[in-house]
Nanobody
Framework: EVRLVESGGGSVQAGGSLTLSCAASGYTASSYCMGWFRQAPGKEREGVASIYTRDGATDYADSVKGRFSISQDNAKNTLYLQMNGLKPEDTALYYC?????????????????WGQGTQVTVSS
């Protein structure tokens, strides 16, 4: 059974930093896509960043480019999202997810497995 568990969320002031983690287990695939998504109240879930596990290729939403960084530790089966320069508009529930296949995307419905999410709140 695939299991994704996010952690690291919290409350910070604008300009602050947080690092989210996603511990993954329950599968043996070596090449797949992992992504971070977020959903604010009343808004659709949006893709934040993705990484293809085989070659480390990354992609980011325009709204977070230059501020967020996605990375992976294959030995620990853990995905990270380093968030710097946080803004109030970054406030949301953040999810990690897995997309099986040979490429990545930031489209939520293409992902098969999801964690429960971790809350990030940024105050002005």
């Amino acid at each position: 059974e695939v299991r994704l568990v996010e952690s690291g969320g919290g409350s910070v002031q604008a300009g602050g930093s947080l690092t989210l983690s996603c511990a993954a287990s329950g599968y043996t695939a070596s090449s797949y896509c992992m992504g971070w998504f977020r959903q604010a109240p009343g808004k659709e879930r949006e893709g934040v960043a993705s990484i293809y596990t085989r070659d480390g290729a990354t992609d980011y939403a325009d709204s977070v480019k230059g501020r967020f960084s996605i990375s992976q530790d294959n030995a620990k089966n853990t995905l990270y999202l380093q968030m710097n320069g946080l803004k109030p508009e970054d406030t949301a529930l953040y999810y990690c997810a897995i997309r099986w296949g040979d490429w990545c995307s930031l489209v939520a419905h293409e992902y098969s497995y999801w964690g429960q999410g971790t809350q990030v709140t940024v105050s002005s």
